[in-house]
């Protein structure tokens, strides 16, 4: 288990890992890490089942915060079924936040529509991004902040985009058309980290 | 109640990758596709950074024509 400084360091991100959510997801790396934070999520949990479970779980107790996407809300796949995951947990998250620290952050494509898919936040007021980086990244800047105030939105943009081609030259590499894999995520977290150092976004 | 930002200090790149793991390996893939990437950015730059300069040094040799600055273009040149 990690320190209790890098506990409220790290972020949690629950989101969809499909193609369209792909940009976004580079996007919410870059600004997490220009803000900061430490992104972490379930592609480091590499066991399935019940053990990848508790993994998630180990790993929602070693954030002091999460972020989950609640955008696909509709039927998908070849069978054509709605996914539970991000809902699973976020509710794995809001037990952990009853008897912890943890901040639970919930984001939306679409304004309103978590009133009608789960109800029972709608009292967390989710960050609406409209499916765009810069909706994102505005949505990290209304969710994190620190002592010395956060970089502006342009920063944020700017370290996205340099991101965003890092995370195409990976996906050729890798022949993935998404960047949802645990060896792309650590090579973009690094990224990120190198290149928030050398814009002396973070410190060394 | 959740509108309120959660307020941290910042981590550093060295507690970043401590805290993920990131392995020697990572770190030599990730700098060499920022190396990869950073490259057509620069060659932009620099391809842009050399028009410019030979623009500005034509107009400046060629007073009279046309795009040279107001000043050059209505200088005399002495013989």
């Given at each position: 288990?990690?320190?209790?400084?890098?506990?409220?360091?790290?972020?949690?991100?629950?989101?969809?890992?499909?193609?369209?959510?792909?940009?976004?997801?580079?996007?919410?790396?870059?600004?997490?890490?220009?803000?900061?934070?430490?992104?972490?999520?379930?592609?480091?949990?590499?066991?399935?089942?019940?053990?990848?479970?508790?993994?998630?779980?180990?790993?929602?107790?070693?954030?002091?915060?999460?972020?989950?996407?609640?955008?696909?809300?509709?039927?998908?796949?070849?069978?054509?079924?709605p996914r539970f995951n991000m809902p699973f947990e976020l509710g794995m998250a809001f037990a952990l936040a009853q008897s912890t620290s943890?901040?639970?952050?919930?984001?939306?494509?679409?304004?309103?529509?978590?009133?009608?898919?789960?109800?029972?936040?709608?009292?967390?007021?989710?960050?609406?991004?409209?499916?765009?980086?810069?909706?994102?990244?505005?949505?990290?800047?209304?969710?994190?902040?620190?002592?010395?105030?956060?970089?502006?939105?342009?920063?944020?943009?700017?370290?996205?985009?340099?991101?965003?081609?890092?995370?195409?030259?990976?996906?050729?590499?890798?022949?993935?058309?998404?960047?949802?894999?645990?060896?792309?995520?650590?090579?973009?977290?690094?990224?990120?980290?190198?290149?928030?150092?050398?814009?002396?976004?973070?410190?060394? | 109640?959740?509108?309120?930002?959660?307020?941290?200090?910042?981590?550093?790149?060295?507690?970043?990758?401590?805290?993920?793991?990131?392995?020697?390996?990572?770190?030599?893939?990730?700098?060499?596709?920022?190396?990869?990437?950073?490259?057509?950015?620069?060659?932009?730059?620099?391809?842009?950074?050399?028009?410019?300069?030979?623009?500005?040094?034509?107009?400046?040799?060629?007073?009279?024509?046309?795009?040279?600055?107001?000043?050059?273009?209505?200088?005399?040149?002495?013989?």
């Amino acid at each position: 288990m990690p320190d209790e400084p890098a506990i409220g360091k790290s972020v949690f991100l629950n989101v969809p890992y499909d193609k369209e959510y792909a940009p976004l997801f580079t996007a919410l790396i870059a600004g997490l890490v220009a803000l900061g934070r430490i992104p972490r999520c379930a592609l480091e949990a590499q066991s399935e089942g019940k053990s990848r479970l508790q993994h998630i779980h180990g790993l929602l107790a070693s954030c002091g915060s999460s972020i989950h996407d609640l955008s696909r809300v509709t039927l998908s796949g070849s069978l054509n079924v709605p996914r539970f995951n991000m809902p699973f947990e976020l509710g794995m998250a809001f037990a952990l936040a009853q008897s912890t620290s943890h901040r639970i952050f919930t984001f939306e494509e679409k304004e309103r529509r978590i009133d009608a898919s789960l109800s029972d936040m709608k009292a967390f007021d989710p960050i609406i991004h409209g499916g765009t980086t810069e909706g994102i990244l505005g949505g990290l800047l209304d969710c994190f902040d620190s002592p010395g105030g956060a970089p502006p939105l342009r920063r944020l943009t700017s370290m996205a985009k340099r991101l965003a081609l890092v995370a195409a030259k990976a996906q050729r590499e890798f022949r993935r058309e998404e960047p949802f894999k645990r060896a792309i995520f650590l090579q973009l977290c690094e990224a990120a980290v190198t290149e928030a150092t050398r814009r002396r976004l973070i410190a060394k | 109640m959740e509108h309120t930002k959660h307020v941290a200090p910042p981590a550093t790149a060295t507690e970043m990758r401590r805290l993920l793991g990131i392995t020697g390996e990572e770190m030599a893939a990730a700098r060499r596709l920022l190396r990869l990437t950073a490259g057509k950015d620069e060659i932009r730059s620099s391809r842009a950074a050399v028009v410019a300069k030979s623009t500005a040094r034509a107009t400046k040799q060629a007073p009279g024509k046309r795009g040279a600055p107001r000043s050059a273009r209505t200088r005399t040149t002495r013989s």
